[in-house]
């Protein structure tokens, strides 16, 4: 059963900093793209980053780009969001989420439960 | 940057057919993808790439995109289709959602 489960999410203050975790089971990470995603309380969904399957590629959303940067272990199977210089705009419940299978047209085809963090 | 919009709520009745719409410039040249969220509970794909359904998607949903609009259609909408929906698309190394649209059914 392909999963994922986020962990890390918690209550920080302003200019700290945060790393989440995403634990995948029933594929390997190495094998798709992978995202985070985010969604702030009562608002809509909000792109955050993107890693390639080879790692080759990592994209950021304009609002996190210097902040936040996405990194893979492919041994534990885990993705990973490092998140500096936290700011209030940053408090939302936080997702990954695996790439279908053409990254431009394929969606992301599965979601973890989110894990929400709180800057503050 | 990109953008994506869409209504903020739509209504329909049960049995009827609900259209909900996401308009961006020159959409029609990018692949759009759709996503139902319940409340408390993360997202799901329903449509990919306009108008292809995942595995486990129900019939009544489809997708169409062209020109400069995406249309996700619910036919024969049911209680259980009340959700907030959201589409998606690629643009330029990045991945846009429009603001979401919630459908009541009543």
């Known amino acids: 059963q392909v999963q994922l489960v986020e962990s890390g999410g918690g209550v920080v203050q302003p200019g700290r900093s945060l790393r989440l975790s995403c634990a995948a089971s029933?594929?390997?990470?190495?094998?798709?793209?992978m995202h985070w995603v985010r969604q702030a309380p009562g608002k809509g969904l909000e792109w955050v980053a993107f890693?390639?399957?080879?790692?080759?590629?990592?994209n950021y959303a304009d609002s996190v780009k210097g902040r936040f940067t996405i990194s893979r272990d492919s041994a534990k199977n885990a993705l990973y969001v490092q998140m500096n210089s936290l700011r209030a705009e940053d408090t939302a419940v936080y997702y990954c989420?695996?790439?279908?299978?053409?990254?431009?047209?394929?969606?992301?085809?599965?979601w973890g439960q989110g894990t929400a963090v709180t800057v503050s | 940057s990109y953008e994506l919009t869409q209504a903020p709520s739509v209504s329909v009745s049960p049995g009827q057919t609900a259209s909900i719409t996401c308009s961006g410039e020159?959409?029609?040249?990018?692949?759009a993808c759709w996503y139902q969220q319940k409340p408390g509970q993360s997202p799901v794909l329903v449509i990919y790439?306009?108008?292809k359904r995942p595995s486990g998607i129900p019939e009544r949903f489809s997708g169409s995109n062209s020109g400069n609009t995406a249309t996700l259609t619910i036919s024969g909408t049911q209680a259980m289709d009340e959700a907030d929906y959201y589409c998606q698309v690629w643009d330029s190394s990045t991945w846009v959602f429009g603001g979401g649209t919630k459908l009541t059914v009543l």
């Open positions: 890693m390639s399957s080879d790692i080759s590629n990592t």
């Open positions: 020159k959409l029609g040249d990018k692949y």
């Open positions: 029933g594929f390997t990470l190495s094998g798709h793209g």
């Open positions: 790439q306009d108008n």
């Open positions: 989420a695996k790439s279908g299978g053409d990254y431009a047209s394929g969606g992301l085809d599965v």
